[in-house]
Structure formats: structure tokens, C-alpha cells
């Protein structure tokens, strides 16, 4: 069973509203990633965390923000969304190599959630 | 850098046909190689993975053989059902670099009953 969680699911707001992509696992992993994924599916990466405290840009730069207070709970905040923020958003998160639930085989593992699907009109 | 190239969609096949998405990828170092699965309105779910050269990962009837030597992890399986009708991305990571996670494009597949 899947445990991260995103929520909301589908929102549809107007231009210069402030939303947070909320999202939370709950299987101890200590880095956790924010994916774009555009109409022709290819997925980018927008923000990631190792840990606590730790939050990096990932290669495709976006106007978001993330946070990383809790090991749990990685959110996702657009400050004044526009049209061009229509998207899908993907959470996922996984295990340092060498953590239990790691394994031997030392492949970084992907759990994600189902997704925000994020429209701004 | 790293990359991985896949075959390009969408991939439409009658049920029971027999099915290859083909996966290549560059890497300088020893990368473990995945296939993810992502239903329609759903989150990616990892289908199955290799962590080192002549490994064979198999799951749901899917398999593909880590090949160094051609650097590719195609995936294949026998006999495809609707169900199977999906978009499939390889991927690859290398835990002795930033093990960070490359994606390929995604292929899309569709089976026709």
C-alpha cells in the first residue's frame, strides 16, 4: 500500500491566488521530491529534500516554494499562481541507501502519491 | 550528464500481442535501472528494477534484462492485456553519484480489446 498522501486532488482557482500542495508520507523516508508533470507526461523536477531543514531546486526552475519542518510533511506553495502553473503535481519520497527498507541492492526506491492536478484559469 | 532515452508514443497493440518498449541510457557510473507504471489519474508506481549488469527484473508478466554491454533495460512482455494500458518510463539512478532519479520521456500504451 501506497502511504503518501496529496492533497487537495484537483483545484481550480483564479490568477494571483496563493495555494499550498500538501504532502505527506508516512514511512519514515528522509527525501522526498516535487515532480511537474506536463500534458505530454514527461515528469520535471522541481523541488527536493535529503532531510529535515533541507530543501534544494531540482532542474526545472519553477516560482514555487517548498518547506521541509517536519520529516513527514513536505508542502508545496505558489505565492500568486497564473495560467502557466496549470499542471500536474507528483509527490513521491524515498529511503537513504543503507536505511532499513533500503535493501542490499542500494537502489533509490520512488513511492509517489496520486497527484495534484493543479488548474488556474 | 546521466540520461535515459525511451521509444516514443503512443504504442497501440491488439490484446495478447507482444510487447517491447525499448530503453536505453547514458551513465558514468554504475546506475540501477527502473521501469514505472502510471495508471490513468493515478501517482507512478514502480513496475520493477536492476541493479547491476545481467540482472533481470520481472513483475506482472514484465521483464527486462540489465545490458551493459548495449546499455539498454527494455521492457517486454509475452502477452498484453487492456489492462495493461498505461504510460511506462524508465528510469535510472546512481547511488555512488547524487542518486538522483533520471526519467525517460514516457511511452504510452494503449491495448485494444
Known amino acids: 500500500e501506497a502511504d503518501i498522501y496529496q492533497t487537495p486532488r484537483y483545484l481550480v482557482i483564479g490568477t494571483g491566488k496563493k495555494i499550498t500542495l500538501e504532502c505527506s508520507q508516512t514511512m519514515g523516508h528522509d527525501k522526498m521530491y516535487w515532480y511537474q508533470q506536463d500534458p505530454g507526461m514527461e515528469l520535471h523536477l522541481i523541488h527536493y529534500s535529503y532531510g529535515v531543514n533541507s530543501t534544494e531546486k531540482g532542474d526545472l526552475s519553477s516560482e514555487s516554494t517548498v518547506s521541509r519542518i517536519r520529516t513527514e510533511h513536505f508542502p508545496l506553495t505558489l505565492e500568486s499562481a497564473r495560467p502557466s502553473h496549470t499542471s500536474q503535481y507528483l509527490c513521491?519520497?524515498?529511503?537513504?541507501?543503507?536505511?532499513?527498507?533500503?535493501?542490499?541492492?542500494?537502489?533509490?526506491?520512488?513511492?509517489f502519491g496520486a497527484g495534484s492536478r493543479l488548474t488556474v484559469l | 550528464g546521466d540520461s535515459v532515452t525511451q521509444m516514443e508514443g503512443p504504442v497501440t497493440l491488439s490484446e495478447e500481442a507482444f510487447l517491447t518498449i525499448n530503453c536505453t541510457y547514458t551513465a558514468t557510473g554504475y546506475p540501477s535501472l527502473f521501469w514505472y507504471v502510471q495508471y490513468p489519474g493515478e501517482g507512478l508506481q514502480l513496475l520493477l528494477k536492476a541493479t547491476k549488469a545481467d540482472d533481470k527484473g520481472s513483475n506482472k508478466g514484465f521483464e527486462a534484462t540489465y545490458r551493459k554491454e548495449t546499455t539498454s533495460f527494455h521492457l517486454e512482455k509475452g502477452s498484453v492485456q487492456v489492462s495493461d494500458s498505461a504510460v511506462y518510463f524508465c528510469?535510472?539512478?546512481?547511488?555512488?553519484?547524487?542518486?538522483?532519479?533520471?526519467f525517460g520521456k514516457g511511452t504510452r500504451l494503449h491495448i485494444l480489446p
Open positions: 528510469a535510472l539512478s546512481d547511488s555512488h553519484r547524487d542518486d538522483k532519479i533520471i
Open positions: 513521491a519520497s524515498s529511503v537513504t541507501l543503507g536505511v532499513a527498507g533500503g535493501g542490499p541492492s542500494g537502489a533509490n526506491v520512488l513511492t
